[in-house]
């Protein structure tokens, strides 16, 4: 049996893409599976934890022992993640948009002109919100998804949103990153840094929570 090394943990884990609609019939989304966030997900609820997942439109199975919200937007996925405060981890593992449109038509869009331009605006950072929240948490972990300079932008991000850590990960490769059932990446907080290499998510979201369990320690 795993040691239950997180027992009477509260963990917020997010998982998956959002979806953002442009009119009843068509969204803007990206290629995340959900499959990173939820074996993360499962790999906490294993070690004892209490595991909300706050999935965006994905078609896994819930993990035993983890209780999920599904949600659809960035705004929703926001709305869902700030409402399960407060929490000891947060691990936002979703791929959130940057983006969302400025108004959302409420018939289909006609195609009319040769030419359709969209306008979009930002989305809220939840987990620079989490990260910056009153209720305060022991751990604000983040992900990076880049497609280049991965560890300067990574290490951007650590600082930009006051996390305690943030996770790269290299996309738009075939082996790795997006949908792929393997991942490799790299952790970095304040004074240290591990690598992972290349495994199946599962494998990879147990050797995260281990750090995970560390810094908590530390
Ligand atoms: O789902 P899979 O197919 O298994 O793929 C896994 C993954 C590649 C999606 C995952 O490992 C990963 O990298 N997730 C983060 C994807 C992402 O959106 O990264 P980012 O660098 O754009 O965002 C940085 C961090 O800010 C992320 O923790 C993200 O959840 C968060 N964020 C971003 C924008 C926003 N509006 N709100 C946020 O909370």
């Known amino acids: 049996?795993?040691?239950?090394?997180?027992a009477g943990e509260r963990v917020v884990v997010s998982a998956g893409p959002t979806y953002e609609d442009l009119d009843p019939v068509r969204y803007l989304g990206n290629r995340s599976s959900g499959k990173m966030g939820f074996a993360i997900a499962a790999a906490a609820a294993r070690r004892g934890a209490e595991v909300l997942l706050v999935a965006g439109p994905v078609s896994l199975p819930t993990p035993v022992g983890v209780s999920r919200i599904d949600v659809r937007s960035a705004v929703q996925m926001r709305q869902a993640v700030l409402g399960a405060l407060p929490a000891d981890i947060y691990i936002g593992a979703a791929a959130v948009a940057d983006y969302?449109?400025?108004?959302?038509?409420a018939n289909k869009i006609k195609k009319s002109s040769e030419?359709?331009?969209?306008d979009l605006v930002r989305t809220p950072d939840i987990l620079a919100e989490v990260a910056a929240s009153e209720q305060?948490?022991?751990l604000v972990v983040g992900f990076a998804a880049e497609t280049e300079n991965v560890a300067e932008y990574a290490r951007g991000k650590l600082l930009a949103k006051r996390l305690d850590m943030i996770v790269a990960n290299r996309v738009g490769?075939?082996?790795g990153g997006f949908e792929s059932d393997r991942n490799a990446m790299t952790a970095y907080w304040k004074d240290g840094e591990r690598d992972f290499s290349s495994a199946p998510k599962t494998e990879l979201a147990d050797r995260l929570v281990d750090l995970i369990v560390?810094?908590?320690?530390?």
């Open 100 to 105: 969302t449109p400025r108004t959302q038509m």
């Open 115 to 118: 030419r359709l331009d969209l």
């Open 136 to 138: 305060a948490l022991k």
């Open 214 to 218: 560390e810094r908590l320690n530390a």
């Open 1 to 6: 049996a795993l040691a239950q090394t997180l």
């Open 173 to 175: 490769i075939p082996d």
